[in-house]
């Protein structure tokens, strides 16, 4: 039974940072790309990053580049997303997601956690 579970989030002021974490079992994580998502009040859920099955290659949304930054450690079948100068728009439901194929296609993930709450207050 594959499991995805997230950690790290909370609340925090803006311009502050947080790691969340997310651990995948029951899969063979480094055949997996993983990626975050992020859900609004009231907002479609929009990709965030993306990671290679390697960690070579990575994506990320325009609204987080160069403030946000994924890595993984396939030893420990563990994803990373480290989020710095956090804004209140940030202010979302995040969830990490793994795929089977390429890329991180929002609506093709295979395995989806149920997500940590990231509250940036101004």
């Known amino acids: 039974q594959v499991q995805v579970v997230e950690s790290g989030g909370g609340l925090v002021q803006a311009g502050g940072s947080l790691r969340l974490s997310c651990t995948a079992s029951?899969?063979?994580?480094?055949?997996?790309?993983m990626g975050w998502f992020r859900q609004a009040p009231g907002k479609e859920r929009e990709g965030v990053s993306c990671i290679s099955r390697s960690g070579g290659s990575t994506y990320y949304a325009d609204s987080v580049k160069g403030r946000f930054t994924i890595s993984r450690d396939n030893a420990k079948n563990t994803v990373y997303l480290q989020m710095n100068s956090l804004k209140p728009d940030d202010t979302a439901m995040y969830y990490c997601?793994?795929?089977?194929?390429?890329?991180?296609?929002?609506?093709?993930?295979?395995?989806w956690g149920k997500g940590t709450l990231v509250t940036i207050s101004s």
């Open positions: 997601a793994a795929h089977g194929g390429a890329g991180c296609p929002d609506y093709g993930m295979d395995y």
């Open positions: 029951g899969l063979t994580f480094d055949t997996y790309a």
